[in-house]
């Protein structure tokens, strides 16, 4: 065994009990919002009096966050560090900028914008990279925060990826090294912990681990050329933390999938790549571990195979006692326990000025730290205009929209998958207003919840603006019959006047390819308010010099 890693900040791992040691390793999934009325997904996200008791009567090691504004989240993180005995490790995946999670903070688009700069400007494309890593992990720690669950170094070289999509810096394996180098050394600037996934590479599937488990069939010699280079840079650029894939690679493990097979975490990555850091598993609530091996094998699994973080499981506690049980049957060993837990108390004595105060103190955590909360480092103009600029130049523009005549108006038709899910389409936001000055009239589709199916004896000349990207649990990155309908429809009747695409560039290729005619076209990796209203200028339409769709809220 090894000697202790610790400062007097932190007690010994070996002066926690078994139990204690395990619980340091579980990382439940809680809500930013403040209040548990506001909570949206009980069943994954602990309630404060549950939460409460993961921290002071467990001994968890870390909470993931999801939600809630920026603000919140900074008097969440203080509350819940007050809260524990050891400091805790709180991460959120913030893999398009704090903003993409927790509302006020710098959104960027998707890392696959990038890609597409690169095609134009390497450098440029780099720049932004290392730029986007420091605000990332500069706004993180402002509010809190000090795990980044980010970068994505999948290889996307699978248009059909429902899951990875436009979340990697693109499908092509030396590209992805590179933007994910310079990533990290933006991210690097900070104390702050960095985390490259999904190990060994999540890219060339079409099924979503959030649903059931995907089988990659390539063989070692296909790994090692595509998927693995990136993680290799990742680690020599000094990466804190590997997450695990949720994945079934019959030429690593002929039974078991990465994020429980030790030949994949211990045999490949700890050995073969030489990695030292944190091995955090991916949510092991996702279908595609749950549905084959329930909640408490699976963590047992997961640490035999080598992971030192149980991310999100189902039942922590149970997940807990399980591991516990583990040893003291002699499965797993003590020391196995006891490498993982050091290992995250090197990573917490890095990121030690942010969780305790004085690190130097031997009573470090009894002294109030301040408010985590620092506004000069949140969405600041430099952040901001560095979103817009990277939205910008990854824009793709073909002609212009015409407005329509007040008296023969259009319609601003504007699919989405689910309308209560997309953060980027509020009340104000400019694909759903700024249309309206220029006599299109919103018709607002949600195709999960209002399908209405295009009747071509009530069909106007129409903006048709489509939200389409990779989502989890969307099970599907592709056009949906419901758009292909509409724009087909549009396009017989000469009524089709432009057509924009937030999201997806394999769906908006999809689409070119069926036009077939001149049509002004717009394509932006982005979906949020800054991407709308950038797109919508450069397709000539931009923000109206009156109030848009200005309703009264005191007399509607």
Not at 16 to 28: G, R
Not at 214 to 227: C, F, G, M, N, T
Not at 232 to 254: K, N, R
Not at 461 to 481: E, H, Y
Request: proline share 8%; hydrophobic share 45%.
């Amino acid at each position: 065994m090894t000697g202790t890693l610790v400062s007097p900040a932190l007690p010994a791992p070996e002066g926690l009990s078994l139990a204690e040691q395990v619980a340091q390793m579980v990382v439940v999934r809680a809500s930013g919002h403040l209040f548990d009325h506001e909570i949206r997904y009980p069943a994954w996200e602990a309630d404060r009096a549950t939460l409460t008791h993961y921290i002071t009567d467990l001994g968890i090691g870390g909470v993931i966050l999801l939600g809630g504004s920026a603000a919140e989240v900074g008097l969440k993180t203080q509350d819940l560090q007050t809260q524990t005995k050891i400091p805790l490790l709180i991460a959120a995946d913030i893999e398009e900028g704090v903003g993409q999670r927790f509302s006020g903070a710098t959104w960027f688009p998707p890392p696959m914008a990038l890609a597409a700069i690169a095609q134009q400007d390497r450098s440029k494309a780099l720049d932004y990279a290392t730029a986007m890593g420091s605000v990332t992990a500069a706004e993180a720690l402002a509010i809190g925060l000090n795990w980044v669950l980010a970068p994505v170094v999948d290889v996307n070289n699978n248009p059909l990826n429902p899951v990875i999509n436009v979340r990697a810096f693109g499908d092509r394996p030396e590209l992805v090294a590179a933007l994910t180098e310079a990533f990290l050394r933006g991210a690097r600037r900070h104390n702050i912990l960095t985390t490259a996934k999904h190990f060994p590479g999540h890219g060339d599937t079409a099924l979503d681990s959030h649903l059931e488990l995907p089988r990659l069939s390539q063989d070692l010699a296909r790994l090692k050329a595509i998927e693995l280079p990136p993680f290799a840079a990742a680690i020599a650029a000094g990466v804190e933390a590997v997450m695990t894939a949720h994945l079934h690679i019959p030429a690593l493990d002929g039974r078991y999938p990465a994020t429980l097979s030790a030949p994949t975490l211990t045999g490949l990555l700890r050995q073969e790549m030489g990695f030292d850091g944190l091995i955090v598993t991916d949510a092991l609530v996702m279908g595609a571990i749950t549905r084959s091996y329930g909640p408490y094998e699976a963590a047992v699994l997961a640490i035999e195979a080598g992971a030192d973080v149980l991310l999100m499981p189902p039942h922590p506690e149970g997940a807990i006692a399980a591991v516990v049980e583990a040893v003291n049957t002699g499965r797993l060993s003590p020391e196995r326990i006891l490498a993982s837990v050091e290992r995250l108390w090197r990573a917490k004595q890095r990121v030690g000025a942010g969780l305790i105060g004085r690190p130097d103190s031997c009573h470090a955590w009894e002294h109030v730290p301040p408010p985590p909360v620092q506004f000069d480092q949140v969405a600041q103009p430099a952040s901001q205009q560095l979103a817009a600029r990277v939205v910008a130049d990854s824009m793709t523009v073909v002609g212009s929209v015409p407005p329509c005549r007040p008296m023969q108006p259009g319609d601003n038709l504007v699919l989405v998958d689910q309308v209560i899910d997309c953060s980027a389409l509020g009340r104000t936001a400019p694909a759903l207003t700024w249309p309206e000055q220029y006599h299109y009239r919103l018709k607002l589709i949600d195709h999960q919840g209002c399908q209405q199916w295009p009747q071509a004896a009530a069909l106007r000349p129409s903006l048709v603006q489509l939200f389409i990207r990779g989502n989890p649990f969307r099970g599907s990155a592709t056009v949906s019959s419901l758009a292909i309908a509409w724009v087909e429809t549009l396009l017989a009747a000469d009524l089709l006047r432009g057509l924009i695409l937030y999201g997806s560039p394999y769906a908006f290729a999809d689409l070119r390819s069926r036009l077939g005619e001149p049509v002004p076209l717009g394509f932006t990796y982005g979906q949020m308010p800054v991407a709308q209203s950038l797109m919508l200028t450069a397709l000539g339409l931009p923000r109206p010099q009156g109030p848009a769709n200005a309703s009264n809220p005191f007399t509607d």
